[in-house]
């Protein structure tokens, strides 16, 4: 193992984008703190992780919505390596039902695992990165976030947005100081989360679509559209197209 290898915690690791970046970032020999609360899964991933790429991998069992153990998994990760040098805030649900249709403890459910338990691990991971003087925390939103959605995505949609606009306003905190924010907006990437879905527009495999996410996440940038092409063009036209046009799209 590499002692000077850089430490990542990624939460919503155990299947989906978090094991596919988790494979990303192995890859290019970070050390890897993997949370979520299948630990059976996040056992089978650090053993193919470990034997593979000769990694260190540390693994806590993590319901986000349990607020308070958010902070002490995080402050666990910090104690086990030394230091977390980035923390991608990946957890997450894509449940929804139209609003007004009886479906409120659903819609309720997306947005407090989107952005109430986004917000528990980000104030979580501030406060490490503010006494290290030091990291990069990621947030995954989704290109759901850029307009208000009809149908099932009105709440995700609405609970992601809310999670960028966090991610905007903690980067405001931190201009002046080391620490880097990114906000990164995945397309349509096929996970087990949609695996039942019809074909989605422009979609792409989880490895593909992973393999983006991790190399759009090493630029550190601001914001970040993923596969950059064609969705860093769709953002600009759902930005400004009249919203009965969005409408038709969904």
Same mark, same amino acid.
């Given at each position: 193992m590499? #002692? +000077? #290898?850089? +430490? /990542? /915690?990624? @939460?919503?690791a155990s299947s989906g984008l978090g094991a596919g970046m988790a494979r990303g970032f192995a890859e290019l020999g970070y050390n890897l703190a993997l949370c979520a609360r299948r630990s059976d899964? %996040? !056992?089978a991933l650090k053993q193919e992780l470990t034997s593979r790429y000769g990694i260190r991998v540390e693994l806590l069992c993590l319901d986000v919505n349990n607020h308070a153990e958010v902070f002490c998994v995080f402050r666990e990760f910090q104690? %086990?390596?030394g230091r977390i040098d980035r923390i991608v805030v990946n957890a997450g649900v894509g449940e929804g039902r139209r609003i007004g249709s009886g479906h409120f403890d659903i +819609?309720?459910? @997306?947005? !407090? @695992? +989107?952005? $109430? #338990?986004? %917000?528990a691990q980000c104030e979580a991971a501030v406060e490490i990165f503010r006494e290290q003087n030091s990291g990069h925390l /990621?947030? $995954?939103s989704s290109m759901s976030a850029v307009r208000g959605l009809p149908k099932?995505? @009105?709440a995700y949609a609405a609970s992601k947005a809310a999670l960028a606009h966090l991610t905007e306003g903690i980067r405001a905190e931190l201009l002046s100081t080391p620490i880097r924010v990114s906000t990164i907006f995945p397309g349509y990437i096929r996970t087990e989360l949609n695996?039942?879905?019809k074909k989605l527009p422009f979609e792409v495999s989880e490895e593909t679509g992973c393999r983006a996410l991790v190399a759009a996440i090493e630029r550190k940038p601001t914001t970040a559209y993923v596969p950059a092409w064609p969705w860093r063009f769709f953002a600009f036209c759902m930005r400004v197209l009249p919203l009965r046009w969005i409408v038709k799209f969904n």
């Amino acid at each position: 193992m590499n #002692a +000077n #290898a850089k +430490n /990542v /915690v990624i @939460t919503g690791a155990s299947s989906g984008l978090g094991a596919g970046m988790a494979r990303g970032f192995a890859e290019l020999g970070y050390n890897l703190a993997l949370c979520a609360r299948r630990s059976d899964r %996040l !056992e089978a991933l650090k053993q193919e992780l470990t034997s593979r790429y000769g990694i260190r991998v540390e693994l806590l069992c993590l319901d986000v919505n349990n607020h308070a153990e958010v902070f002490c998994v995080f402050r666990e990760f910090q104690r %086990l390596f030394g230091r977390i040098d980035r923390i991608v805030v990946n957890a997450g649900v894509g449940e929804g039902r139209r609003i007004g249709s009886g479906h409120f403890d659903i +819609n309720r459910c @997306t947005a !407090e @695992t +989107n952005f $109430i #338990a986004a %917000l528990a691990q980000c104030e979580a991971a501030v406060e490490i990165f503010r006494e290290q003087n030091s990291g990069h925390l /990621v947030t $995954i939103s989704s290109m759901s976030a850029v307009r208000g959605l009809p149908k099932h995505l @009105t709440a995700y949609a609405a609970s992601k947005a809310a999670l960028a606009h966090l991610t905007e306003g903690i980067r405001a905190e931190l201009l002046s100081t080391p620490i880097r924010v990114s906000t990164i907006f995945p397309g349509y990437i096929r996970t087990e989360l949609n695996a039942g879905a019809k074909k989605l527009p422009f979609e792409v495999s989880e490895e593909t679509g992973c393999r983006a996410l991790v190399a759009a996440i090493e630029r550190k940038p601001t914001t970040a559209y993923v596969p950059a092409w064609p969705w860093r063009f769709f953002a600009f036209c759902m930005r400004v197209l009249p919203l009965r046009w969005i409408v038709k799209f969904n």
